[in-house]
């Protein structure tokens, strides 16, 4: 059972590019989060989703930012006009049962680095 | 709001030494308090769950201790070898979330 899928592991983009991150969950997970690492800081909640829904974006800036997680494929991150302030590592994860005041386990990433010049 | 605090920020010791890593939070109505291990350019491996009834969890060399009410959690690491190097991450899984701490980074010299 393979873990929880990111790609691309390193991105590099320009101010003003847009940047798109995915994750696939671990097989039979239907809940995925989405989390920023800046530099020397903790990992951040941004989204919580769930097949074709958003549940929780309170950690997720207001604009610019954007996820889903459609019926079939993996879920997205994108990060529209993207600024040097947005240079972070970010993960997903996921869980089986229902999240974030769930008990259950999540599952991380490998990660995406993103660099922005 | 939850906030997380890990001490120290990082720690270098001898091989073979036992260590401890600190954590501590501000609001104690958690669920549960878990640890993870971070290598450079991976992702997060969980290592020890705390479910908020449990006062502690072992695993191998791992012991980690929480104390809910005053807002506390040590990670143990006994008999440390250099394989042990990495960040060790603190989170707290609360009403809104995972909350987790900066971090500790350890170096264990050969």
């Known amino acids: 059972n393979a873990g929880v899928m990111q790609n691309p592991r390193h991105l590099v983009r320009r101010r003003g590019q847009e940047a798109r991150l995915r994750c696939s969950p671990m097989?039979?997970?239907?809940?995925v989060y989405w989390y920023r690492q800046l530099p020397e800081e903790g990992l951040k909640f941004m989204v919580y989703?769930?097949?074709?829904?958003?549940?929780?974006e309170s950690g997720m800036p207001k604009e610019r930012f954007s996820a889903e997680f459609p019926k079939e494929g993996p879920s997205i991150l994108r990060i529209q006009q993207v600024v040097r302030g947005d240079s972070a590592a970010y993960f997903c994860?996921?869980?089986?049962?229902?999240?974030?005041?769930?008990?259950?386990?999540?599952?991380f990433g490998p990660g995406t680095r993103l660099t922005v010049l | 709001k939850q906030e997380v605090t890990q001490i120290p920020a990082a720690l270098s010791v001898p091989e073979g030494e036992n260590l401890v890593l600190n954590c501590s939070f501000t609001d104690s109505a958690i669920y549960n308090l878990q640890w993870f291990r971070q290598d450079p350019g991976k992702g997060l491996t969980s290592l020890l769950l705390i479910q908020s009834s449990q006062r502690e969890q072992t695993s191998g060399r791992l012991n980690a201790s929480l104390d809910k009410s005053s807002g506390r959690s040590t990670l143990y690491i006994a008999a440390s070898q250099p394989g042990d190097s990495a960040t060790y991450l603190c989170a707290v899984r609360g009403a809104d979330g995972l909350t987790f701490g900066k971090g500790t980074h350890l170096i264990i010299q050969p």
């Open positions: 097989k039979g997970h239907s809940h």
């Open positions: 994860a996921s869980s089986v049962q229902r999240g974030q005041r769930s008990t259950d386990t999540q599952y």
């Open positions: 989703l769930q097949k074709e829904n958003i549940i929780d």
